[in-house]
């Protein structure tokens, strides 16, 4: 019979309450025995919904590793924390799935892989949870296959609806810009279907709408074009002024044929004929979109530590997309082509 696995979450924000609602009932074989935030409100919520008691809700990431016996965390906290969080639980031989980005400046990245060197029985996933989304393993499936034969461009949108555009902006300061943010996802995705490395990068933005962007450095719609090693182009933009909803859409050009997905980014069939025409409702934010692909990427993880096996988007992937990420937002700043 499989052990239960303790699992302590950091992190009960927007992205947070969806790891904590799947990894407490929706796995079998995980205990979520802790959480830590510094939201006293999120703390009650804690105890309300997820049964939690008071004394297993920390504000203290380290308190919470020395005292609640754990074996994995799922780190659901601000970007900026990522990488110390991760390299502090692996250090001490807990298990960690950590959500994009892994880091959101150049770090020490050797002394993650040291650590998993010397252990290899330690699981350390990062939350590219795309990789896991049903209609995104179909399309690598059909690459890998060679259905659509050598890949010319990859173009990857990732838009934000406009009406989340005040929660955005007050968090705009410590976002980390729209590369590691955003298009992180896009850029690892690139990555993960044309199985190469860019090795030039070069980005423009503007800001359309709002201003407060240019105060660092970001449009309020950003866009990069990359070349990579294998002569494949990728095209990513990110954006958080769509109005008509959340918006992932991609397309991958290749030499014998082309695949979409996304480009109507709509949850159903349903369509309404009324006085503006005939509509289809759409994505109103990432968890409608990827639910599933959310609780996929939390079957594995679990999976992977069971089973002791690696995962599918480790640290080596991750590291990738971040070094693109800030690459990219370098060229934003310089204004110039960077050659990786
Ligand atoms: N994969 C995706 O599509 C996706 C979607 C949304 C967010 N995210 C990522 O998830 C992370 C959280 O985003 P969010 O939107 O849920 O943020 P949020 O601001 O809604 O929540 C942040 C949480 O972290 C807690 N926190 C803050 N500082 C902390 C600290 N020092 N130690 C422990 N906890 C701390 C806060 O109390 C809060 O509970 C970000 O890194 C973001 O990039 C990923």
């Known amino acids: 019979m499989m052990t239960m696995l303790r699992i302590g979450?950091?992190?009960l924000g927007r992205l947070g309450k969806i790891h904590a609602e799947i990894l407490s009932g929706q796995i079998s074989n995980v205990d979520l025995v802790a959480v830590c935030t510094l939201d006293d409100k999120e703390k009650s919520w804690a105890v309300s919904k997820l049964g939690l008691s008071?004394?297993?809700?920390?504000?203290?990431?380290e308190k919470m590793l020395d005292e609640a016996k754990l074996d994995a965390v799922v780190l659901a906290s601000p970007s900026s924390y990522h990488f110390n969080q991760t390299y502090l639980a692996l250090s001490l031989g807990i298990?960690?799935?950590?959500e994009k980005p892994l880091a959101v400046k150049e770090e020490k990245i050797q002394n993650l892989f040291d650590i998993l060197n010397t252990n290899s029985g330690l699981v350390c996933q990062v939350g590219f949870m795309r990789r896991f989304d049903p209609v995104y393993m179909k399309a690598k499936?059909?690459?890998v296959n060679g259905d659509i034969g050598e890949i010319i461009l990859f173009r990857g949108y990732s838009l934000d609806p406009i009406s989340e555009i005040h929660n955005f902006l007050k968090f705009l300061p410590s976002s980390s810009g729209q590369f590691l943010d955003m298009a992180v996802h896009d850029i690892d995705m690139a990555n993960w279907l044309i199985d190469a490395f860019p090795k030039t990068i070069y980005s423009c933005c503007n800001s359309f709408s709002f201003?407060?962007?240019e105060e660092f450095g970001e449009g309020d719609n950003v866009t990069s074009l990359m070349q990579y090693e294998n002569g494949s182009m990728a095209f990513i933009m990110a954006g958080r002024t769509a109005q008509h909803g959340y918006h992932i859409e991609t397309e991958i050009i290749g030499t014998k044929g082309t695949i979409r997905i996304g480009s109507v980014p709509s949850p159903h069939q349903l369509e309404i004929l009324d006085g503006s025409g005939v509509r289809r409702e759409c994505?109103?934010?990432f968890a409608d979109r990827f639910y599933l692909a959310f609780q996929n990427?939390?079957?594995a993880f679990i999976k992977n530590i069971h089973e002791d096996e690696a995962p599918k988007c480790g640290i080596h992937e991750a590291y990738k997309a971040t070094l693109i990420a800030l690459k990219a937002t370098e060229s934003l700043k310089e204004k110039t082509l960077i050659k990786l």
Request: glycine share 4%; charged share 25%; hydrophobic share 40%.
């Open 95 to 98: 298990h960690v799935f950590c």
């Open 141 to 143: 499936e059909k690459i």
């Open 54 to 61: 008071a004394t297993c809700c920390f504000s203290d990431f």
């Open 9 to 11: 979450l950091v992190g």
């Open 283 to 285: 994505y109103t934010d």
């Open 297 to 299: 990427e939390l079957v």
């Open 211 to 213: 201003r407060e962007f």
